[in-house]
């Protein structure tokens, strides 16, 4: 069901599971129709139609449309004729047809208005499009008119171009009525339907299917009279519906037309008739969807139409009734496949005469039949439908022989002397078709075969299948033994058999034996799914490597997630049931022969395998053991319940990794079929799912990844519940078995369960079914009891090849065979007495109990004259006379018969042979002749060669005692093992023990002598016997040689783990500052500053370490050293904003975000207001720029020589692979920590004694410091001599410019003044001390050392700027420290009136003029000229605080403080009361006009407070902070001091004395008062005086713009990124479908950006600006080259840094923890604020290049 937008936000769908999807071309809304959805559903607008009375419309309305329409739609029908022209090539040339299309584009979009105006105009149009009686008078072209004559003609040219006959009027159309006896006539003829094959008569068939018996149908070539024409070939159309639809099929379907056709589809009448008309087109769209080009777009639009018509289950009954749709479409989809068929080359080359489609042809590469299947698929859904289609036997048999065209399709040769040339990919494509075309249609079968009413069906099923498969095997004349190096993946008809009868047993209470075959058909049965299991094997042994990856694709694609059902889990099941019927002895020895490792059986160490390279033998035998662990193990089909599947897949995927909910529903094999209520994302995989896992939320992590909400298995689940058997079946990758056990590994030690490494544990079973109970006599036959007694005798005596894997895999058979031991054991005494068998001479009965206590003395074994056993040989001899036992008597008997190596496991093959004639038993002797020359060749026995001797070896074991020497062997002690109930008997009555649950081989061991002790009593009284002897070390040389190997093992490790702690050692005090740095980088919490005990060691220390050549010294002239620097330009600053309400992203039209309120907008309107009135060069002295793109400096803390860098980029530049940064731009990652950076910061020369003596305090007075001030300012700064040094603070220099564009570094009126080099200088020292700022949260209030640690460069920094700025030397006239610090003679100003006149010192920025006078003076600079120009700048900022004061309030408060401060004025701390100064400053600033002029516009700058002293006070504090907080950090960064942490409300008076502001004496008792901090440089009055005049005299012209420059806002907030919506859909909804505001046009990928709000199109074309794309324009202008936009059709955030872009993730998560990119799971998404501060968070910090690895460049393209 789905419903359109609209539609859905208008109904109430709350706590409904839904995905929202953008359709690519439409579909129809269901919204409704009460047939598909329940009426409560229905949407506001949709619920009031149903509801209401419709009137009926007068017929005369309608009078003109019914005379019209007949003759516009003929017109229109007679264009299509027109336009349509046959080509040669029997393909339409599609230029033709689509201006056809275009003209006729009115014409249609016409029909389609009309459709959308209800439901009366509809009716009118279906009555129009279906009345025969117009159709005939219009179109049959009988009349005069010539014309209609002509288009008529057409009509029946493209008729029968099309391969269609047009039957005379008098046949009339329609097929034959349905009774059952003619739909089956009508299949029997194409029901061997395989007829490519020309070359064969059918008499030459009738000859060959003599000797094979009945029960094979003809193989008949398919000529035109077999054909179901009236299916195939005949059209005849009686309505303009019919001819129109004839014409959109032969048009291909273009979209207009199929809007039309369902757009009125609400009209029922006319939805029967289409739905008609629709069939009987079936099989003409079918050729014509093969033809087309463009199969895939019309494919989607052919599935747009079918959906709505067949979904409807009384519509799709109906037509099945009346038009025989199941007889059409099987036909229909036989002969659409019986175009690309080939011979099979499966088995038997030459004589095969089976036929199987061919996955090379297009057909099949490009999923063209999937239309046709998906509607198949789709009408056997419907419990009716399927019904008739599982009662219609010729339907079955046809629908049989459809899926045998897939039957070992795509055949695979291994390739044994070179690599195969090219590698071909049609693997996918068959396997694509079987589970579309052969197994999705019979999950819709099995669907409805789940009661016992329907055991008939099922019967059905199961006879033509199998007969299907008798036939198959006919005809690839198979006998017993499958061809060698070959195999298929593809046996559908084996799994239709094995689903059908798990289904029986399951749902249908069907007993199992009545729908079996006899024995020799079952033996047929399990061969090739066997072959597919051992050739998994062999390609994961890589035997199959020179045929390329795509075979291990194919080994892959098998057992995946969404095959595995239909394919590896059928196929097991089958060989369960094979298993379960057979006899076990042959089973089993047919498993081992086509593993390969029937050699390897043998006791003798030496053997040789004829099949079998040495190197591949080990995974072979492993593979095979763990395939019979995995039959006899898995329960899917054997009784377990769907709940019980769906946990054991859910822990299984679980503990192979940590699984988003997404991937989790994607790896758990679907139960297809979807009425079971496990469908995922059901209430029982909900419900599941938190039961065995636990949900951890997502997190970010440091180095960038992003984790998802992850489920992981809870404890009790690894506990209980890990099944290893599942897991290995499951894994497409073998290494997620290895994760699992890791996984598993880590738990147990976690949590104590047990230390070491842990073998696989043993996990009970669920009950089998008792239809499958003989599955467990594999576990108790003498041959599986020889293997393993074989196995552990090897393991044991450490042969070659054997692996732990292996012992795991036989303990663990061992182990089942005990839990499902036969209770009595009486009966196996009996069992000996059977006929005689070479398997008899090594265990009396088939009870593994029993068996595990017999002793084997000796062995004849055949082995190579080079084995160690020969030598032995009189002893053996010796010992043979005294071969007297009951076994040993009956030994060379076996020997001479078989004449093969190990008597009693070579046999194996030939004993299985015997059996397979036994049970087959021909008469005919040609049969026997068969298999005789296959395997004689094959399987000579071993004997035969020469080099092989005879060899006895003794060997008086028995299982029970080779399982305690394991024990001594493992646990690497003598008599390790005692039996723990001579200890406490408790443990044989409540044997199951925690203890034994987890652990490893020694622990397995333990369990299993266990359970053979609870078994029998004779059992444990033998364990216990074999414990007393005191075992000899068995032989004695391995023994020691595996302690030795322990033992040295544990040395090398001592030794290793020394080498490393020393390693590591050494490496840390390298690493230690890197580390810091790390860690303080990719922790988010920046705010929370790294407390860093010592001061700066730049500062204190001059000796740096090279990271490139390791080398450490001082910086030199000669040989400077550097900082690795990234420099960026930054608007970060300019997006503080004054208030605290947070922006919003908008999200409807009237929401709109302008700028004007931000801290560079501010700034901007400032500086453009001073450099109207007043002179330029004054203007670019008296404010700082770089709020938007200032040039941020940051450092990782690292240093090289300059010259190891330049050749370190040399490197670079010659290597070609280059990750995502450019060399040409001086972009590098550190030679240490690989952090991103693009500059070398030089490292100023400079000793620790000369800092010392710089930081020596002198007790000189204000004054004198001041002279000495002014007097270094005044020396002209000359550039050091030529130096290495100086070249290189001059490319770092140049690098700072380039960093940002030009229009944020010019802001002269005259281009390239040498003020406005000065102004950018002094502004990237304020741009990284404001930042850094930023970084600590805005205040100082936590001290401590710099946030950025280590990372500071703000040091070199100063060195470089004030190198440059100090060439600058500015006129002595105008240097502002003349006016801070001296008093001028009043009338000097007068006389240059015409000149525009300086800017005022009270406008002036006082943290600029800091770090103007600062940059001027030589460095370094001296501690008390620091102090001595802080003291200085403090008396101008505080005046400017009260100036800005006396303009807030009103007049009736400036005259009261006027009159209290003068009173006070003559006092002797006057100089020090903010009082007097307010009333000074008052009375001063009156005698301008700065107070007059307030009129309407007082109102808004007066606030409207009542001003006590206290909040007077808070106010000029505030003023005041922003300076004293740039000034500290300064002074830490220049003098190497800790700032103190405080309270907010203490930062004032702590900063304050840090600077050396407040005396030291200064009592605290008293409320702080600020003004307490002054220190005139001159009398107060006379300064304050002189500052204030120069403002009146501007006042007097400009009034308004002198008030607003004198009040500036200090007080700004902390950056933010704008504010998101909770829910996406808000975003989605508005922004979608929102036009761009430059090209107004609908954006194919909108964005947006989250700094601003701006919508701009991505990638877009029309917006493109030389050459650049409008995002990469947009981060230039907002970001200064760093763009954060939120890509709204895809949920994901893109950054552009500069000329590099990088994918940042998501921040909205669905209610699962997951990202949704490009909202292809359409589940609702809310916003995870954790991951939008980490984003914020990076923005601010400038790390987005360090953090987030995935760069690459953009090109200017997006």
């Known amino acids: 069901m789905s419903l359109c937008a609209e539609c859905f936000h208008q109904g109430d769908h709350t706590g409904h599971d839904f995905n929202m999807f953008r359709s690519q071309a439409g579909g129809a809304c269901d919204c409704g129709d009460s047939n598909v959805m329940r009426e409560s559903g229905f949407c506001r607008r949709h619920q009031i139609k149903s509801s209401s009375n419709i009137p009926c419309v007068p017929k005369d309305l309608l009078m003109m449309s019914e005379f019209v329409l007949p003759r516009f739609i003929f017109c229109l029908i007679q264009y299509l004729r027109e336009g349509y022209n046959e080509p040669a090539a029997d393909v339409p040339s599609e230029k033709d047809l689509s201006k056809v299309l275009q003209l006729l584009e009115p014409q249609i979009s016409f029909l389609e208005d009309l459709t959308k105006m209800g439901g009366a105009m509809r009716s009118v149009l279906t009555q129009v499009l279906t009345n025969q009686q117009n159709y005939k008078d219009l179109t049959s072209g009988l009349g005069e008119n010539t014309c209609a004559k002509k288009s008529h003609e057409k009509y029946l040219i493209a008729l029968k171009s099309s391969g269609l006959t047009y039957p005379e009027d008098k046949l009339v159309y329609g097929i034959q009525e349905p009774s059952a006896g003619t739909s089956t006539l009508a299949v029997q003829g194409f029901a061997g339907a395989t007829g ?206 459809f899926v045998s065209f897939f039957q070992g399709m795509n055949l695979n040769k291994r390739e044994l002397n070179e690599h195969v040339e090219f590698e071909s990919q049609t693997y996918y494509a068959a396997f694509a078709a079987e589970l579309e075309a052969c197994a999705q249609p019979m999950w819709g079968l099995l669907s409805h075969c789940k009661v016992r009413e329907t055991q008939e069906y099922t019967r059905n099923v199961v006879r033509y299948c199998l007969e299907a498969l008798q036939d198959w095997f006919d005809a690839i004349n198979f006998v017993d033994e499958p061809a060698p190096n070959q195999v298929t993946f593809h046996l559908p008809l084996h799994r239709y058999y094995a689903m059908f009868l798990s289904k029986a047993v399951k749902c249908q209470e069907l007993d199992l034996d009545s729908v079996l075959p006899d024995q020799e058909m079952l033996m047929k049965l399990m061969i090739h799914p066997l072959q597919i299991q051992a050739s998994l094997a062999e390609i994961h042994s890589n035997m199959w490597v020179r045929n390329g990856l795509q075979i291990k694709g194919q080994a892959m694609t098998y057992v995946q997630s969404h095959f595995c059902n239909s394919m590896i889990d059928p196929d097991i099941y089958l060989l369960q049931v094979c298993a379960s019927r057979l006899d076990p002895d042959y089973f089993i020895s047919s498993v081992f022969e086509r593993f390969k490792v029937v050699d390897l059986l043998t006791m003798a160490s030496q053997h040789q395998n004829t099949v079998l390279d040495a190197e591949h033998e080990r995974s072979m035998l492993e593979g095979a053991l763990t395939f019979l662990v995995i039959l006899l193990s898995l329960r899917l089909h054997l009784g377990m319940s769907d709940d019980e599947i769906l946990r054991a897949e859910m822990v299984a995927q679980l503990c192979m990794n940590d699984r988003t909910h997404s991937s989790l529903l994607d790896l758990i094999p679907e139960n297809p079929n979807p009425k079971s209520g496990i469908i995922p994302g059901s209430y029982s995989f909900e419900s599941v799912l938190s039961a065995v896992a636990d949900f951890k939320a997502p997190v970010f992590e440091p180095g960038g990844s992003m984790q998802q909400g992850m489920y992981t298995p809870k404890a009790e689940v690894w506990d209980q519940e890990f099944d290893p058997v599942m897991v290995i079946l499951r894994t497409v990758y073998r290494r997620d078995v290895q994760s699992a056990m890791d996984r598993y590994t880590a738990f147990l030690k976690q949590n104590g369960k047990f230390p070491g490494n842990p073998w696989p544990p043993y996990k009970k079973r669920t009950p089998l079914h008792p239809s499958y109970k003989g599955l467990m006599r594999l576990l108790h036959c003498k041959t599986l009891h020889i293997v393993l007694f074989t196995l552990l005798y090897k393991i044991l005596m450490d042969h070659q090849n054997l692996s732990e894997h292996v012992l795991c895999m036989v303990l663990y058979l061992i182990e089942l065979g005990l839990e499902n031991s036969a209770d009595e054991e009486s009966d196996e005494e009996a069992s000996v007495c059977g006929p005689e068998r070479c398997h008899d001479s090594w265990f009396p009965g088939s009870n593994l109990v029993a068996n ?439 490319s770092v220099m140049k690098d700072i410019k380039n960093t940002t564009q030009k229009k944020y570094r010019d802001y002269s009126k005259t281009p390239g003044s040498p003020d406005n080099d000065f102004l950018f200088m002094y502004s990237v020292a304020r741009t990284n001390l404001e930042l850094e700022l930023i970084h600590r949260g805005g205040n100082l209030c936590s001290g401590g050392a710099s946030t950025a640690g280590k990372r500071s460069c703000l040091n070199q920094l100063f060195h470089v700027l004030a190198l440059h700025m100090r060439l600058y030397s500015i006129d002595s006239e105008f240097n502002p420290w003349r006016k801070l610090t001296q008093l001028e003679e009043m009338n000097s100003q007068l006389g240059n009136e015409e000149q525009q006149p300086e800017v005022p010192i009270l406008y002036h920025d006082a943290t600029s003029l800091l770090l103007i006078q600062i940059l001027m003076m030589p460095q370094p600079l001296r501690k008390d000229h620091f102090t001595c120009i802080v003291k200085v700048l403090f008396a101008l900022l505080y005046t400017q605080a009260l100036a800005a004061l006396s303009v807030k309030c009103n007049e009736e408060d400036r005259s009261a403080w006027k009159h209290t401060g003068a009173l006070k004025k003559n006092t002797c701390d006057a100089e020090k009361s903010y009082k007097v100064l307010l009333s000074f400053v008052i009375s001063e600033l009156s005698k301008g006009k700065l107070y007059h002029e307030e009129g309407a516009q007082e109102c808004a700058m007066v606030s409207p407070i009542a001003w006590s002293s206290e909040s007077m006070e808070k106010y000029l504090q505030d003023f005041c902070l922003p300076f004293l907080r740039i000034t500290s950090l300064l002074q830490h960064h220049l003098f190497g001091e800790d700032l103190p942490s405080c309270q907010e409300e203490e930062e004032f008076s702590v900063l304050s004395s840090c600077l050396g502001l407040l005396p030291t004496f200064y009592q605290t008792e008293h409320p702080f008062i600020s003004a307490s901090c002054l220190d005139w440089p001159v009398p107060a009055f006379d300064i304050i005086a002189q500052w204030c005049s120069e403002i009146n005299s501007f006042t007097e012209r400009h009034a308004e713009q002198g008030k607003a420059l004198l009040i500036q806002e200090s007080r700004w907030k902390l950056p933010h990124l704008l504010q998101l919506p909770e829910n996406y859909n808000t975003i989605f909804q508005y922004y979608h479908r929102k036009t761009c505001s430059v090209c107004t046009k609908v954006p194919k990928d909108p964005a947006v950006c989250l700094v601003c709000g701006t919508f701009v199109c991505l990638k877009g074309l029309c917006c493109k600006q030389q050459s650049y794309c409008e995002c990469v324009l947009h981060s230039q202008n907002c970001g200064a080259g760093t763009g954060i936009f939120l890509l709204v059709n895809a949920s994901v955030i893109i950054i552009i840094r500069g000329h590099r872009f990088c994918l940042w993730g998501s921040v909205y998560l669905d209610a699962h923890g997951e990202e949704d990119r490009d909202l292809r799971r359409g589940k609702p998404l809310y916003i995870c604020k954790e991951r939008y501060k980490v984003l914020e968070q990076q923005w601010i910090s400038h790390t987005f290049d360090h953090i987030n690895k995935r760069w690459g460049p953009h090109y200017n393209g997006l």
């Open 196 to 401: 490519t094959l020309g070359q064969l008569d059918s008499s030459d068939e009738e000859d060959q299917d003599g000797s094979q018996g009945l029960g094979k149908r003809k193989r008949v070539k398919l000529s035109s009279s077999t054909k179901d024409q009236s299916i195939m070939d005949v059209l005849k159309h009686k309505s303009f519906l019919e001819e129109l639809l004839f014409w959109t099929i032969k048009y291909e379907f273009p979209q207009k037309m199929v809007t039309f056709l369902l757009n009125m589809l609400p009209d029922q009448e006319y939805k029967v008739a289409f739905t008609k008309t629709f069939v009987q087109h079936y099989a003409f769209i079918m050729k014509t969807l093969k033809k087309s080009h463009e199969s895939d777009t019309m494919s989607n639009r052919i599935v747009h139409i079918s959906v709505q018509l067949f979904s409807n289950e009384e519509l799709a009954r109906q037509v099945t009734e009346e038009c025989q749709l199941l007889d059409i479409m099987v036909t229909v989809l036989l002969y659409m496949m019986e175009s690309c068929l080939i011979k099979s080359e499966l088995q038997d080359e030459e004589n095969s005469l089976h036929v199987v489609v061919n996955c090379g042809e297009a057909l099949l590469k490009n999923n063209t039949y999937w239309p046709l299947v998906s509607d198949f698929i789709n009408i056997l859904s419907h419990q009716s439908v399927a019904k008739k289609f599982l009662e219609d036997h010729g339907l079955l048999v046809t629908w049989m022989n």
């Open 852 to 1290: 595990m206590r017999h002793f084997i003395n000796y062995v004849r074994v055949r082995v190579p004259e080079t084995a160690p056993e020969v030598k032995r040989d009189s002893p053996a001899s010796t010992s043979s006379d005294s071969l007297g036992s009951l076994q040993s008597s009956r030994r060379p008997k076996v020997l001479q018969r078989e004449n093969s190596g190990t008597a009693q496991v070579f046999s194996l093959v030939a004993e299985r042979r015997k059996k397979f004639q036994e049970i087959i038993n021909r008469s005919s002797n040609e049969a026997n002749q068969v298999v005789r020359p296959k395997t004689s060749s094959k399987w000579s026995a071993p004997g035969s060669a020469p080099q092989l001797t005879t060899a006895i070896l003794e060997i008086k074991e028995s299982i029970l005692s080779l399982l305690i020497k394991l024990h001594h062997k493992l646990s690497g002690k003598q008599n390790s093992y005692y039996p723990p109930w001579l200890d406490d008997i408790e443990i044989l009555i409540q044997p199951e023990i925690p203890k034994y649950s987890h652990g490893d081989g020694i622990t397995a061991v333990e369990r299993i002598l266990l359970k053979a002790a609870l078994q029998s009593r004779m059992n444990k009284r033998i364990i216990e016997e074999i414990c007393r002897k005191v075992t000899p070390p068995v032989p004695p040389r391995k023994v020691t040689a595996a302690e030795k190997k322990t033992l040295d093992k544990e040395e090398r490790r001592q030794k290793a783990r020394e080498r490393q702690q020393k390693l590591l050692a050494e490496f840390a005090s390298r690493q230690k500052s890197f580390m810091e740095t790390a860690m303080d980088v990719d922790s988010p919490e920046n705010d929370i500053p790294m407390e860093i005990t010592t001061a700066e060691p730049q500062v204190s220390e001059a000796v740096y370490d090279c990271v490139i050549c390791g080398q450490s010294g001082p910086s030199s002239e000669d040989r400077p050293t550097g900082l690795v620097v990234l420099l960026q330009a930054s608007s970060v600053l300019g997006q503080c904003r004054d208030n605290t309400e947070p922006k919003k992203l908008p999200i409807t039209e009237e929401e709109q975000i302008y700028p004007w309120d931000t801290c560079a907008a501010v700034h901007d309107v400032r500086l453009s207001l001073l450099q109207r009135y007043f002179k330029d060069s004054s203007c670019l002295l008296a404010v700082s720029i770089g709020w938007e793109g200032g040039v941020y400096v940051q450092t990782c803390g690292h240093t090289l020589h300059i010259d190891c860098h330049k050749s370190y980029m040399e490197s670079l530049r010659n290597d070609q692979v280059l990750q995502g940064f450019s060399v040409d731009k001086g972009e590098f990652t550190c030679p240490l920590c690989r952090q991103f950076a693009n500059s070398v910061l030089p490292c100023y020369p400079g000793s620790n004694m000369e800092n010392n003596l710089w930081q020596r305090p002198s007790n000189k007075s204000l004054q004198d410091l001041i002279k000495e001030v002014e007097e270094l300012q005044g020396r002209p700064g000359a550039f050091p001599s030529e130096t290495n040094l100086s070249k290189e603070m001059e």
